[in-house]
């Protein structure tokens, strides 16, 4: 699981390294994501284990029990992310052309495209893959002012990222095709003006094909969070959290992820009680980059304390 998406995309198309790197600018979660190829391009074909007969111990000389390992083949398609983009023949002209309009404009595009991509990764994929198999905790947020805390044990085959081991697109991270031959064409879409046209596209997936490691937290309210006699609050305890991360079987692949005020509330709601300082100390310091030795990665394309609440 040494490889990731940023890392795959730049050794695949060196030349295109700084739209990878808007791409992934502000989606961290996304850049260091580890990838793999997948089996037959545009889809990915594995094998999912329907039942096993093990060895077992015998007596000397006895019969030995017959053994059997059944499989399912199973497919995973790559999405495609792309898009076209068109412009007037005559705003074409005053950029200097078709070719310097679509460079200007391809940084904010890429930028919004590797946001919006991960995004879909967290939500569509990491915590409805935890929903859909019973792998979520709720806490105390009832409201529409929540976050979410994910965990997931990276493992290849089973849960990771799949890009096309023949290229991303025509072997470049991004595939760019003019449309229509780079000629003008009417587009319908717009009484018919003349425009030039361009269109984007790659090829991405995630495999999720083990629900041991994958889990969620959702509703955890921070706005609203105060330790109740009880012991509960609508932020996840401490023992929430333990438990999540046991129940992705943590190891050396695994990552929480959260938006960067979930982070730094776990910091204050847990951490602080039990900071000391003397005279001397110049700084306050109530961040945690580790919980029990798991990395913490934060993203702000999680929705920022705007999520509603899950129910169970």
């Known amino acids: 699981m040494g490889t990731t998406f940023q890392e795959i995309a730049v050794q695949m198309a060196p030349k295109q390294k700084v739209m990878i790197d808007t791409l992934t600018e502000e989606a961290p979660i996304l850049k260091n994501m580890p990838v793999e190829p997948s089996s037959h391009g545009l889809w990915n074909v594995y094998e999912e284990l329907d039942s096993v007969t093990g060895a077992d111990v015998v007596d000397l000389d006895s019969p030995l029990p017959n053994i059997s390992s059944d499989s399912i ?21 005053k950029f200097g052309g078709k070719e310097a309009y679509f460079a200007k404009k391809m940084p904010a595009i890429l930028h919004r495209t590797g946001m919006d991509m991960e995004a879909s990764v967290l939500y569509n994929g990491i915590r409805a893959y935890a929903y859909a198999n019973r792998k979520v905790q709720f806490g105390g947020g009832t409201g529409s002012t929540n976050y979410s805390i994910l965990a997931v044990h990276w493992v290849s ?33 717009d009484n018919n003006i003349l425009k030039y046209g361009m269109r984007i596209k790659t090829y991405f997936g995630l495999q999720l094909v083990n629900a041991k490691y994958v889990a969620a937290i959702v509703n955890c309210d921070i706005d609203n969070d105060s330790l109740a006699s009880d012991g509960t609050r609508t932020f996840p305890t401490a023992k929430m959290i333990d ?44 961040g945690i980059e580790l919980w029990n030795g798991i990395p913490i990665e934060t993203s702000y394309n999680f929705l920022f304390g705007t999520e509603a609440m899950v129910s169970s």
């Open 157 to 189: 085959g089973e849960v990771t990222g799949l890009y096309d081991a023949n290229g991303f697109g025509n072997g470049k991270a991004f595939d760019l095709a003019a449309m229509y031959g780079g000629n003008l064409f009417e587009d319908p879409a």
């Open 243 to 286: 438990k999540m991360l046991l129940d992705v079987r943590a190891g050396s692949n695994t990552k929480i992820y959260c938006h960067p005020a979930a982070k730094i509330h776990l910091g204050t709601a847990y951490k602080l009680e039990k900071l000391k300082t003397v005279p001397g100390d110049k700084n306050f310091d109530t």
């Open 73 to 93: 083949l199973q497919q995973k398609d790559l999405s495609v992310l792309g898009g076209k983009i068109k412009v007037g023949e005559d705003k074409a002209k």
